[in-house]
């Protein structure tokens, strides 16, 4: 059964400094891999998304990588605003068998950015 | 354009009650997701669609829980009997196809009280 995890849960940090996200999964049987952003009360917006034969992803001050191999994935983001702070969500997308289709998302990182 | 349309927002009911949940996915998406978060189990996908046909569906907890897609702009997940621990966020997505580049695209979701 896949299993996302993202480390850390919670991140505070000050206004401009750069900072990373981790997610890992354990079956390296995936489509894609998606960065998610949810603001409290709001649904998930995609922010990036990386196919499997791909190495990262840039939008912005946002930077995804996946090396699927290890089953990691991490979004960098540059230059941090308070703008940032949201929950961060990790998704990928099952290629295969039973779970074809399905997306598995991890627990979050909540981000606040502080002034 | 519009974007994924759920209805309601918010709705609490007493036990016992039967919900009924909408979405109205993006025009010319073929697959529609329903999911359910929770804060002990993150997000969960319940069932999905393709063409209004249900593809898979075991993530549908009970057989408290159905789910229809009478056609290509309209979808319904009802519980009934509905219980408190049916209480979370119910999220509706849609994407254009599961594989390759296309993101899923999330309502803002109905955050359901069941007294």
């Known amino acids: 059964k896949q299993e996302v995890t993202q480390i850390p849960a919670a991140l505070s940090v000050p206004e401009g400094e750069n900072l990373v996200l981790n997610c890992s999964f354990t079956?390296?049987?995936?489509?894609?891999l998606q960065w998610f952003r949810q603001d409290p009360g709001k649904g998930l917006t995609s922010l990036l998304l990386i196919q499997s034969s791909q190495r990262e992803q840039t939008s912005g001050r946002l930077n995804a990588s996946l090396d699927k191999s290890s089953g990691r994935s991490t979004l960098y983001i540059a230059a941090s605003q308070p703008g940032d702070s949201a929950t961060y969500l990790c998704?990928?997308?099952?290629?295969?068998?039973?779970?074809?289709?399905?997306?598995?998302f991890g627990q979050g990182t909540i981000l606040t950015v502080h002034p | 354009d519009a974007g994924v349309i759920q209805s309601p927002r918010h709705e609490v009911t007493e036990m016992g009650q039967e919900v009924t949940l909408r979405c109205k996915p993006i025009s010319g998406h073929d697959y529609l997701f329903w999911y359910r978060q929770t804060m002990m189990r993150g997000l969960e996908l319940l069932i999905y669609?393709?063409?209004?046909?249900?593809?898979?569906d075991s993530g549908m907890p009970e057989d408290r829980f159905s789910a229809k897609m009478p056609n290509a702009s309209f979808s319904t997940l009802k519980i009934q009997p509905s219980e408190p621990r049916d209480s979370a966020v119910y999220f509706c997505a849609s994407s254009s196809k599961i594989q390759g580049s296309q993101p899923q695209h999330f309502g803002d979701g109905t955050r359901l009280s069941i007294l």
């Open positions: 669609f393709n063409n209004n046909v249900p593809i898979d």
């Open positions: 998704a990928v997308l099952h290629a295969g068998g039973t779970s074809y289709g399905k997306l598995t």
């Open positions: 079956d390296s049987a995936i489509y894609n």
